[in-house]
């Protein structure tokens, strides 16, 4: 095709704009693999570039998407050929390379991961950046020596993407969950992922003491500052907590006392640089240690032609679970 649906984002007068459009082929960047895209997904971080709230993409024009799952076409890198199975997160797509909300994606070839057995690609973007964050972060917990045996794990925002996968994982896993929200009618979703408890947000958002009573043995964070704050200084001796988002800001207003007189671990997860063997590792273990019933239940569809008005929504927590996106 010399042209292809895309959802195009343009430098404005003020901002950015966003518009589902036909995209030329010779717009391509450059890559060794062209891939036909038949899914994607939302992201928070998906949901800034489309409403231009922060700035996360760095080129014009751009295709906005940090995930793709999809089907080679044309390869001549030497891992992949017609017919390959892939999904791609990260490595700067959706913001310094042309992204994922497009029929077409051409990329290197070093960026994909082999769809794994009983993965469709489908389910691969249902699990998406958040699922592939969530898990990196419940292997390093299990790098750190934190087992089911150390104690509860706390997992933050767990009603969105990142959350609900790492309760869904955690809990099939044999850890007690205990699941932070701010709406907490979604309770009984959050149990029905296997959270042993519920509490409300607003249990770590008050004022951070350098420490608190011991509540769990880790935790996985995706919000930030104030919260991320209260669980270090809540969480037991010898224990971890990953961090991997800002959902409530970039600030971090914590002592060095979790770790000098707990000796609390604090682990930052990056999903778009993580090097290929960690990408690998990850899916592997989804395939196994997620159940695709739960990945259903939390999971939406919306067509290419739905995704930009969506970006608000995932901004403001209007978003439960996954959504994924229909490109073919």
Same mark, same amino acid.
């Given at each position: 095709?010399?042209?292809f649906?895309a959802i195009r984002?343009?430098?404005?007068?003020k901002?950015?704009?966003?518009?589902?459009?036909?995209?030329?082929?010779a717009? #391509?960047?450059?890559?060794?693999?062209t891939?036909r895209?038949e899914?994607s997904?939302l992201n928070?971080k998906?949901?800034?570039?489309?409403?231009?709230?922060?700035?996360?993409?760095?080129r014009?024009?751009?295709i906005a998407?940090i995930d793709?799952?999809g089907?080679?076409?044309?390869?001549?890198h030497?891992d992949?050929?017609?017919?390959d199975?892939?999904?791609?997160?990260?490595w700067?797509?959706?913001?310094?390379?042309?992204?994922a909300?497009a029929?077409?994606?051409?990329?290197?070839g070093d960026w994909?991961?082999r769809l794994?057995?009983g993965?469709?690609?489908?389910?691969?973007m249902a699990?998406g950046?958040?699922g592939?964050?969530?898990?990196?972060?419940?292997l390093?917990l299990?790098?750190?020596?934190?087992?089911p045996?150390s104690g509860?794990i706390?997992?933050?925002?767990a009603?969105?993407?990142v959350?609900?996968?790492a309760t869904?994982?955690?809990s099939?896993?044999?850890y007690h969950?205990i699941?932070?929200?701010?709406?907490?009618?979604?309770?009984a979703?959050?149990?029905?992922?296997?959270?042993?408890?519920v509490?409300?947000r607003s249990?770590?958002t008050?004022?951070?003491?350098p420490?608190?009573?011991?509540?769990?043995?880790g935790?996985?964070?995706s919000v930030?500052?104030t919260?991320?704050?209260?669980m270090?200084?809540?969480t037991k001796y010898?224990g971890?907590?990953t961090a991997?988002g800002?959902?409530?800001?970039?600030?971090?207003?914590s002592s060095?006392?979790?770790f000098?007189?707990r000796?609390?671990?604090?682990?930052?997860?990056?999903?778009?640089m993580?090097?290929?063997?960690?990408?690998k590792?990850?899916?592997s273990r989804?395939?196994?240690?997620?159940?695709?019933?739960?990945l259903?239940?939390?999971?939406?569809?919306?067509?290419?032609?739905?995704a930009?008005s969506y970006g608000?929504?995932? #901004?403001a927590g209007?978003?439960?679970g996954?959504i994924v996106?229909?490109?073919?």
């Amino acid at each position: 095709m010399a042209t292809f649906k895309a959802i195009r984002i343009d430098k404005a007068d003020k901002g950015t704009t966003a518009a589902l459009t036909q995209f030329d082929d010779a717009e #391509l960047m450059d890559g060794d693999v062209t891939v036909r895209v038949e899914w994607s997904t939302l992201n928070y971080k998906d949901g800034l570039a489309l409403t231009g709230k922060a700035p996360v993409v760095r080129r014009f024009p751009m295709i906005a998407g940090i995930d793709f799952a999809g089907t080679v076409e044309q390869s001549s890198h030497p891992d992949w050929k017609a017919g390959d199975k892939v999904v791609c997160n990260g490595w700067g797509i959706g913001e310094t390379h042309l992204g994922a909300y497009a029929e077409k994606a051409r990329v290197k070839g070093d960026w994909l991961v082999r769809l794994p057995d009983g993965i469709s690609a489908r389910d691969a973007m249902a699990i998406g950046t958040a699922g592939y964050t969530a898990m990196l972060s419940v292997l390093a917990l299990e790098d750190h020596g934190v087992t089911p045996k150390s104690g509860p794990i706390v997992v933050t925002g767990a009603a969105g993407g990142v959350g609900s996968v790492a309760t869904a994982v955690l809990s099939k896993l044999g850890y007690h969950v205990i699941a932070s929200t701010g709406r907490q009618a979604e309770a009984a979703y959050l149990k029905g992922l296997g959270a042993a408890e519920v509490i409300d947000r607003s249990e770590l958002t008050g004022p951070v003491k350098p420490l608190a009573k011991e509540r769990w043995a880790g935790g996985v964070d995706s919000v930030g500052s104030t919260t991320l704050a209260n669980m270090l200084s809540m969480t037991k001796y010898g224990g971890a907590v990953t961090a991997c988002g800002l959902a409530a800001g970039m600030d971090l207003p914590s002592s060095v006392a979790p770790f000098i007189l707990r000796g609390v671990c604090l682990i930052g997860i990056d999903s778009v640089m993580c090097p290929i063997e960690g990408r690998k590792r990850a899916w592997s273990r989804l395939a196994s240690d997620l159940d695709k019933a739960k990945l259903a239940d939390i999971t939406h569809e919306i067509g290419l032609d739905e995704a930009i008005s969506y970006g608000p929504k995932i #901004l403001a927590g209007e978003v439960r679970g996954r959504i994924v996106v229909k490109i073919v």
